[in-house]
């Protein structure tokens, strides 16, 4: 916020009223403020980049929240969470992460906190095309932060594989009752097995 503002803004925290634009009569407000930052403000204030009594006034009753990287417990909540907001917004039916995923995510730095991981679950929830977000569906920049792809790429769980050759065998044999019984041959699997799984899986 520039310094112009930060004093325009001290004065109405202090006189409690506000002027409408052109306007020459001030008006009362009663109101309580809850300001957020990932600044150092008290840093910047000694370093003239904030009023300090603009800092005072504001920094009544502090919270401060640890960055997302110390709180392992709430990603496991946020990525839940997130995962049904972007299920529904782009129509989808991922029903979780899998295990190198997760692991992966919860051991990221995320220097951007929780706009940062939002904005990965957000890209892999698009490039997901099974129940499951898979190694394959990340960013590459997160994949690539202290060798992670090197540490887990090669390592996919029996679901997502299973659920990924099924998809394949029914792309090549077809959907007609004929194609899946070549499809369950091809598998070595039988017709009430291949139904079942059809149907686990939402294929």
């Known amino acids: 916020m520039p310094l112009h503002l930060q004093t325009k803004l001290l004065r109405v925290l202090q006189e ?3 002027e409408k634009i052109g306007g020459h009569k001030s008006i009362p407000i009663d109101t309580r403020v809850i300001a957020a930052t990932n600044k150092e403000l008290d840093k910047m204030a000694e370093a003239g980049e904030f009023r300090e009594d603009l800092y005072y006034r504001l920094n009544v009753i ?5 960055p997302l990287r110390e709180r392992k417990g709430d990603i496991k ?6 995962l049904k907001v972007y299920n529904k917004k782009l129509n989808k039916n991922i029903k979780g992460f899998s295990s190198n995923v997760e692991s992966v995510l919860l051991n990221n730095k995320w220097k ?3 706009r940062e991981l ?6 892999s929830v698009n490039m997901e095309t099974t129940s499951y977000i898979t190694m394959n569906s990340i960013p590459q920049k997160i994949l690539d932060t202290e060798g992670v792809a090197a540490r887990h790429v090669s390592i996919v769980p029996i679901q997502e594989m299973e659920e990924k050759l ?9 959907d007609s009752v004929t194609g899946k019984a070549m499809a369950a041959e091809a598998l070595n699997i039988s017709m009430a097995t291949l139904y079942r799984k059809i149907k686990e899986y939402n294929l």
């Open 16 to 18: 409690k009223s506000i």
């Open 112 to 114: 951007g906190n929780v």
């Open 118 to 123: 939002e904005n990965v679950v957000e890209y």
């Open 166 to 174: 099924i998809k394949q065998a029914l792309m090549v044999y077809g």
């Open 62 to 66: 502090p919270i401060n929240i640890p």
């Open 77 to 82: 909540i946020i990525l839940e969470y997130l």
